[in-house]
């Protein structure tokens, strides 16, 4: 247990320090038009096309000087993508995608739009891809006569710019104002960055930063691409008061009741401010067999018609967090501590992880990957593709409820923890109360999801049921990502002899026969700052 505390001690430290993120801008300076549609990179310079001027501008990407301009192929011009030796631009009007000489500006090869509406383009080394508005695809084609090689799901409903840095493509959504790292191969978003301005529209890659120029700020901007593992936003400073409610509706007596409350802590997206205090005063603290630790209030006697209150109240300072995970930066299942793996590779009631379906199902996802962010996306993939949410009351063991296909957030969890730990990926959950709507409000459904271990990452949040989503951006929205609605009381493995298999309150008691008790337990939040 003192090999986990120090490591994520170190992990915890490591985080803290990161204050930039990736996507922040290094860079930047005024485009040369109003009406900037396409951006691409040649080696040294930047290309630039306005979609009024019909113009496309060579730009030194250093000082924004304009080096030259050449007419645009046709009175659209949207996309840009440089392949080496020439430019390709995508012409709404025309209808056509052509190939033009740089030094000369004259057409060398078109042909006809191979999808109704496509936007962006970009050039991987052997075919052009386009993303399309229409089709909502990214698709690979032939820069021979436009034959789509394949197509994958575009993030979202509103591709825009693309761009391809030789292993991930780019994409732009201007509703959104966000961009996204797309895996070329499947179509998985792996990050999800915030746009510099209200419209991003073209993306170039340099080797080095994205580039993207928005529409309407009429600005160039150089993002940065560094090893920042995460980064905090939006702040909420919060009271949250815990309340669990015993009622003996009777008649007969309690003789024995025992309330655990989980203890928030510390953690990179949630800073405890000051005590927690407790009502009774003066609970006895506890630590489980995880590590985790609990409040707990004992009563000797609770005669019929009675009721006992006992109270956590937390202030908090709770952030967004995103994490900004690299696959190829993610270690293999060989470089997780083995110190980690024994205890969060362990079976357990609700996971059964030696099951025969669950073992046939590991090796039908997993197969013979090895690299621990792999491992994990092709699980949540799988999950949120073969599952839908249904509250419909109890818990049952993973693979039944696999097998069923639908469950509450809880049980979506335990699929995914076992599924994990079956593939040798170390998992446990988070559980929380959570901000339903306005600042001040109650909650009293809870929610809970899943963490993996990842070299070189740490622990990372995997939410599969709120990543029960149509389009690959909302998806990621819950792989490496938690916003600021929820204080964690619980992490935890399983089997807790405190906290069992629940979270954030627990209770046993020892009545006698026939004796109706009640529990309810109701979280209640309250701005503790007025914006």
Not at 406 to 427: I, M, N
Not at 486 to 501: E, P, Q, R, V
Request: charged share 20%; proline share 6%.
């Amino acid at each position: 247990m003192k090999r986990i505390v120090i490591l994520l001690t170190l992990v915890f430290i490591w985080g803290s320090a990161a204050h930039a993120k990736c996507g922040d801008v290094v860079h930047s300076f005024n485009a040369p038009s109003k009406y900037m549609t396409g951006l691409t990179f040649d080696g040294k310079s930047l290309w630039a096309a306005d979609r009024k001027s019909d113009l496309l501008y060579k730009i030194d990407p250093e000082s924004g000087k304009v080096l030259k301009t050449i007419s645009s192929p046709g009175y659209w011009p949207l996309g840009l993508a440089w392949d080496g030796k020439y430019l390709w631009n995508i012409d709404r009007n025309a209808k056509k995608i052509f190939q033009l000489d740089p030094n000369t500006g004259w057409i060398v090869h078109s042909f006809d739009f191979p999808t109704p509406s496509p936007q962006g383009i970009t050039f991987d080394g052997i075919f052009l891809w386009i993303s399309d508005r229409s089709t909502h695809t990214l698709n690979q084609i032939s820069p021979d006569d436009g034959t789509t090689i394949r197509s994958i799901p575009a993030p979202t409903s509103r591709p825009n710019g693309l761009t391809f840095d030789g292993k991930y493509l780019w994409v732009t959504d201007r509703l959104k104002n966000e961009i996204y790292m797309v895996y070329p191969e499947t179509g998985d978003v792996i990050m999800v960055l915030p746009s510099p301005g209200p419209y991003p529209n073209g993306l170039a890659w340099d080797a080095h930063f994205i580039w993207n120029v928005d529409y309407e700020t009429n600005k160039i901007y150089r993002l940065k691409l560094d090893n920042t593992p995460y980064s905090l936003q939006n702040e909420r400073d919060a009271e949250i008061t815990v309340t669990h409610i015993t009622r003996n509706q009777g008649p007969g007596t309690i003789h024995r009741l025992n309330v655990i409350f989980a203890i928030p802590q510390n953690l990179p997206q949630q800073k405890i401010v000051g005590s927690i205090s407790y009502s009774p005063k003066s609970p006895k603290f506890v630590t489980d067999q995880w590590g985790e630790k609990f409040a707990e209030f004992d009563t000797k006697e609770l005669p019929a018609e009675k009721t006992k209150e006992d109270i956590m109240k937390v202030k908090a300072k709770i952030y967004d967090i995103r994490y900004y995970i690299f696959p190829e930066r993610v270690g293999s299942l060989n470089d997780i501590p083995d110190a980690v793996k024994d205890h969060y590779l362990a079976d357990g009631e609700k996971y059964q992880i030696h099951d025969p379906y669950f073992r046939k199902i590991v090796k039908q996802v997993v197969g013979d990957e090895t690299n621990a962010y792999w491992v994990a996306r092709k699980i949540f993939s799988y999950v949120i593709d073969h599952m839908h949410y249904e509250l419909s009351g109890g818990w049952n063991v993973a693979p039944t409820v696999l097998k069923r296909g639908s469950g509450s957030c809880s049980e979506y969890t335990f699929v995914y923890v076992a599924l994990c730990r079956a593939a040798g990926l170390p998992a446990r959950y988070q559980g929380s109360v959570v901000v339903r709507g306005d600042n001040t409000s109650f909650d009293d459904v809870f929610h809970r999801w899943a963490e993996v271990y990842l070299p070189n990452y740490g622990w990372v949040p995997v939410d599969p049921s709120g990543g029960d989503q149509r389009w690959g951006r909302d998806q990621a929205n819950f792989f490496g990502h938690l916003s600021n609605r929820f204080l964690i009381t619980t992490i935890n493995g399983g089997g807790s002899k405190d906290m069992g298999w629940t979270y954030n309150t627990n209770e046993h008691w020892v009545s006698d026969p026939k004796t109706d008790v009640k529990i309810e337990t109701v979280a209640d939040w309250v701005s503790t700052v007025q914006k």
